[in-house]
C-alpha cells in the first residue's frame, strides 16, 4: 500500500486550556484550575492526526507572525507536514482558542479566529493530486469550495462547527463528519448528495452511512477519559486517511474510533494524537 498524500485546509489554533474540577455555567467564574498552552485548531489537529497516522500531509491556512505562530506549528514542524501553504500575516493574530476542561474531560471552546477568518480561495493551491482533500468549517467557507472546486481524490469536509454552507457543498462532498450536534443542525440535508456520511456518537460508536443507508458501525472502545480535545479531529484524519488508503468502510470506522479512542486519554490537542503503531497496537489488544 502506497502511502497516501492528504492536503488539509484549515484553521491553525493556539490552544489555552485550563482544567478544572466543573465548568462554568453562564455568568459563573470557578477557580482552582491549573493552566496549560497546546498547539490546536481543527485543520491543524487533523493535519498533525493525519501525519502520525502515516499520511504525506500538506496543510493550507493563516497565521499571524511572531511567538504564537511558533508555538501553533511546532509540532506540524516537528512531525513533518509541508507547510509551505501556511501564510504568515504580519497584519493578523494567530488564531487562539480558549479551552475549559472539567475532570470528565468534557469541555468548552471559545475561538478568536484571527487570521484564521482571512484565509482566502486565492490561498487554496492544492498542489500535486492528493488522494483526498479534508476541510472543517473553522475558515471561510469559499475557502471550503475552492477546494472542492479543485476536484482531487477523496473530497472530505468535517461539518464543525456547524453553520450555514452551500446546498453544493453538502451534495459534492464524498465524505461528510458529523458528531450528534451537528447531525441535527444538517438534519436531512446530510444525505442529499448521496456519498458518504459518517456520524460520531460519543459513547455509543460511530456510523457510516452511504446514500443514506447505514452500511457500517463501529463500537466505542472504553478507555479512560481525560480530555476529549481533539478527538473528533483524530476521528476525521483516521477516517479520511484509512479510506485513501483502500480499506473496506467498517474497518475504517474501526480505525478511527480507535485512534479518537487513544486521543482522550491525553490531555491537550496536539499532545494526545496517536501515532498509527499506538493504534494498531490497540487494537491488537482489543482482539
Ligand atoms: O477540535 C478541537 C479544536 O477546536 C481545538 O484544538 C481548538 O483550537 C478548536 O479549534
Known sequence: MSTPALTIIGSVNLDLVASAEKLPVAGETVTGATFAQYPGGKGA?????????????????????GPNRDAA????????????????????????????????????????????ATLSPEDVNIEGHPDAILCQLEVPTACVMAALRAGSGLFAVN???????????????????????????????LHRGGGMVALTLGAEGAVLYRAGKEVARAAAFAVPVIDTTGAGDTFCAALVLALAEGREEGEALCFAS??????????????????????????????
Open 73 to 116: 506549528l511546532a509540532l506540524l514542524r516537528q512531525d513533518g507536514v509541508d507547510l509551505s501553504g501556511v501564510v504568515a500575516c504580519p497584519d493578523e493574530q494567530t488564531g487562539v482558542a480558549l479551552i475549559a476542561v472539567d475532570k470528565a474531560g468534557e469541555n468548552q471552546i471559545v475561538v478568536a479566529s484571527g487570521a484564521n
Open 159 to 189: 461539518l464543525a462547527p456547524a453553520g450555514p454552507v452551500p446546498i453544493e457543498l453538502l451534495e459534492a462532498a464524498d465524505l461528510l463528519i458529523v458528531n450528534e450536534g451537528e447531525a441535527a443542525f444538517y438534519g436531512e440535508g
Open 258 to 287: 480507535a485512534a479518537s479512542a487513544l486521543a482522550v486519554t491525553k490531555a491537550g490537542a496536539q499532545p494526545s494524537l496517536p501515532w498509527r503503531e499506538d493504534v494498531e497496537a490497540f487494537l491488537r489488544e482489543q482482539d
Open 45 to 65: 489537529n487533523q493535519a498533525l492526526a493525519a501525519r502520525r497516522l502515516g499520511a504525506e500531509v500538506s496543510m493550507i491556512a493563516r497565521t499571524g507572525e
